[in-house]
Structures are given as structure tokens and as C-alpha cells.
């Protein structure tokens, strides 16, 4: 597609979707309850994916409490989807009512100590707010994405995460973002998600969930290399489309820690989150494909 043919789709796609995500979020609301309905009972979304991933999560579970997770699940997913149309128009007074931040003071004394630091979070409950934090503390927050096939899609994907500030990056561009902004000297935030599943040859493997997995080891090369201040963003949903999240410590020091170890702390505080509130996880995306049959410790 020519880049004139996909602006053009773009714009006409953005002013529609922009209309729609001016509703109230009760009416979103109504909407997303009929989506329930829809992607659980008529199309089945990805039914055997998110039924063999709790299954596999919690194995020790009956299969009725499987099927409610399941099912609290993909009514969450309809809500998050509103919420991230909602993100189109969504003014900054309805974001601080609707995503609070708790213990962001951490972030700052790090910052204005000149270090520089990595947020980790997981798929779990609304990760597509977290933009909202670049309005709240000062530097340069960045996070990596995987661009997407469709042109409009990427482009509408890319320009939501960024309407407060906050830069996306290609994944394949992250190491180069570190170098240049190392080189110049410029304080920055990096924000990244590791939970969705390498490749089956990848090199670094942990257990997730009970899971022998290929683990993205990326967060703590990058810290360890530069020294960054490590935090896990911990986020709860508390209503319908009302979250808080939590800035929880994973070190200061990362040069001092034994190799692995921010990687286990990592997964250590999500599975506390998933297991609390399971139906809140992104069970939709293939996590244990690359599985080992036996799992064993880290």
C-alpha cells in the first residue's frame, strides 16, 4: 500500500474511531458488554488459547474454575479494548480520576539522583495507560513495540501511545536507542513488557507459571549494562476502567546482583499479580507454546 493510499485510509479510520471513543464510558461500557457476548458466545475468541493457558497455569484448579477465569477474562478483554479506543480522546483529568499512580516519589528521588530507570510490567489488566506516567515525572520515557503488518493499525497503535510524550521505539531500535541516549547524555525512563514468548531456540530460558519457558532476558542485560534503577510496575483494576498502579523496588543496584536474578524477581512479582487476579492476565497470546514437559527451578 502507497503511503498516500495509507494516510488516507488512516485519517478516514482515526476521525471514526475518534467519534466513537468520545462516548461516556458508561455507554463503552454497554458496548463492551455486548462484546463479551460476542467474542466469548458467537465467535469464540481464541477459546483453546486462553482455555489451554489457565488450564496450564493452574493446573491444580477444577475445570469449572478454569472456565469462570476464562470467562472474567474475556469480559475484561472487551473492556480494555473500550478503554483503548477511549485512549483517542481521553483528557488528561479523566486519566488522573481513572489510573492513579502510587509511589511514583521513588521514581523521581532515583531520577534526581541522576540515574537513570527501567519500569517492568506485565499484559495485565490496562498496560496501554502507562503512557500516562510521562505526564507526571520528568525525562524521556520510552518503551520498545513490535510494529505491526498493517500500516493503519501501527499507525493508530503508535500515535496513541504517544499523545502525552511518551516515544515508542521499534524493537529492533532498542539497543541503538540505549547507545544514543547513553552518548548524549540524556535522562531517561524505559519501559518495557517481557512476558510474551521468544522464539523456541532462544538462548535464556525460566520458569513462568510452572512453565520451562524461553524468557526474554533483555530487561536485565540493558539495566546491568547501564546501570539503570529497576522498578515493577504493579497494576490493579479496581473497577471498570478505574486502575491503580504501584511502583514496586526491584534494585537500585543492578551491577551488584547475581546474573538472573532480576529476571526471577521479575517473575516472582507477576505471578503474584496473576495469581491474585488471573482473570486480569492477557491469556489470549500463546505464552507456553515453546514449554519444556518439566519444569525446574531458576
Sequence with gaps: MSNKKSDFYYALFFKSLKLVSRLPFWCLHRISDFLYFVLYYLVRYRKNVIATN???AFPNNTAKENKKIAKKFV???GDFLMETLK???ISEKQLQKRYKYHKLD????QLNSGKNVMILAAHMANWEWIFYASQLLKGNFWTAYSPLKNAVFDKLMVNNRERYGFKVVPSKKVAQTFVELERNKKQYINCLMSDQSPL???KYRAVFLGQDVPFFIGPEVYSTKYNLSVFYLSIKKVARSK???ELIPITINPQKTEKGWITSEYIRLMEQDIKNN???Y???HRRFKHAKKTAKAL
Design 282 to 284: 492477557l491469556w489470549s
Design 106 to 109: 521513588l521514581i523521581q528521588d
Design 54 to 56: 489457565i488450564r496450564t
Design 75 to 77: 469480559r475484561h478483554f
Design 243 to 245: 486502575y491503580e498502579a
Design 200 to 202: 523456541a531456540h532462544y
Design 87 to 89: 485512549t483517542l480522546s
Design 278 to 280: 488471573p482473570e486480569y
